[in-house]
């Protein structure tokens, strides 16, 4: 999977997971959110591209950028969604 983003002059591209026990039997596992699974597999990583040069700018595992992602959101929610004269948070 990839994707690009002009404005900022980057790309994107998504692997996903490699197993040493072939597609099939891959695909049958349970996917746990790991950056290092057992068994000789890797999670899926994200390599991030500069569009200008093609210079590889970072790689990041997939299972730490949806930990971001969670948790980003749930910040956004919890800002804009509780009450104005909130106290405490259950």
Do not use: W
Request: glycine residues 12%; hydrophobic residues 45%.
């Amino acid at each position: 999977m990839s994707g690009a983003s002009p404005h900022f002059g980057t790309a994107a591209l998504r692997s996903r997971r490699i197993s040493s026990l072939g597609a099939t039997a891959a695909a049958a596992c349970r996917r746990e959110k790991l950056p290092m699974l057992a068994g000789e597999s890797l999670d899926g990583h994200r390599m991030l591209f500069s569009s200008a040069n093609g210079e590889l700018l970072a790689i990041m595992t997939t299972g730490v950028l949806q930990r971001f992602r969670v948790g980003g959101a749930n910040g956004v929610a919890t800002k804009y969604l509780a009450r104005e004269m909130r106290r405490r948070l259950a």
